[in-house]
């Protein structure tokens, strides 16, 4: 049975707004949630940053919702305070937490002052923060020294079913490499023959028969000219290749590439429509492609007819379709 989940976008939204939004698309029929972590938004238009942590569990409590939240463990956040925050949530909510591992963007790492590594150095300590989290699930005391330190740490309080660790992956590269340790891969929307090989590799990897989640970037609005505007406001400093995406510093940074950007270039990475059967059928197009949870990130600014025109005209013909 395929999940369709609200994306509650910390940097766009107040967390108190959010935990509203996900409580209204609860009710508009949505059947789970994702969030981001940063701390810092992707553009100084977007100004907020709410801390995801804090929010997850209020957002866990007002619902009955499944959450995962992609989070870069080994710079702004030592691997063993992450498996704790994470052990804690699933002794709450048993069988509704998971959490999304990347190596992260230098946007929100260099805030503790460290050296940005290369992303070969990144893999491998995201690799090591994913073994020692696991380890302190298993009940070990855990002292390790490599691209990460940890020194005689014991979790107390641990799950009895311990969340998914859901790698991230934006190219066929990674998604192979992840299918090789992760419990299932989550990645980004794009055109679909780019999207299917990133399937495929993840699957080549060692993910075949895991669980794969998709974010799926759009922006709906009723007037198509106001979804577009929507999403060139708030998105167009999104569209640049990964490599490029982890390497910007601040905000600002972002900003100034993205005036560059045009909106056709915007809607090659963001479904713009207003048309509910054309969502429907990408949303199924999506779904062929073997992925259990489709999560929902209408990046313009108006959230609440996004959450009552999907909830009435789009996800009951997806979910009659498919489940």
Known sequence: MIKIGYHASHEQFKPSELLSRIQQA??????????????????????ESGFAWSWLGAALQATSLSFGVVNAPG?????????????????MFPER????????????????????????????????????????????????????????????TRPHIKPLIVGAAVTSKTAEWVGSWADALITTSRPIDELRQVVDAFRQGGGSGKPMFLKVQLSYASDLEQARQGAYDQWRGNVFPNSVMTELRMP???????????????????????????YVDWLLEYQSLGFEQLSLHNVNLEQQAFIDDFGTHVLPHVFKHVN
Request: net charge negative; hydrophobic share 40%; glycine share 6%.
């Open 26 to 47: 609860e009710q508009a029929g949505f059947t789970a949630g994702t969030c981001s972590d940063h701390f810092h938004p992707w553009s100084d238009k977007q100004g």
């Open 252 to 278: 600002s940074y972002f900003d100034d590439a993205a005036s560059m950007v045009d909106v056709a270039a915007v809607e090659k990475f963001v479904h713009v429509s207003a048309d509910h059967n054309q």
């Open 97 to 156: 937490f998971w959490i999304a591992v990347g190596t992260g963007q230098y946007l929100n790492e260099h805030i503790n002052g460290e050296r940005w590594p290369s992303k070969a150095d990144r893999n491998t300590r995201l690799k090591e923060c994913v073994d020692i989290m696991r380890a302190l699930w298993n009940g070990e005391t855990v002292t390790h020294r490599g691209l990460v330190t940890v020194d005689d740490a014991l979790l107390y």
């Open 75 to 91: 710079q702004r956040y030592n691997p063993a305070i992450i498996a704790q925050a994470a052990a804690t949530l699933a002794d």
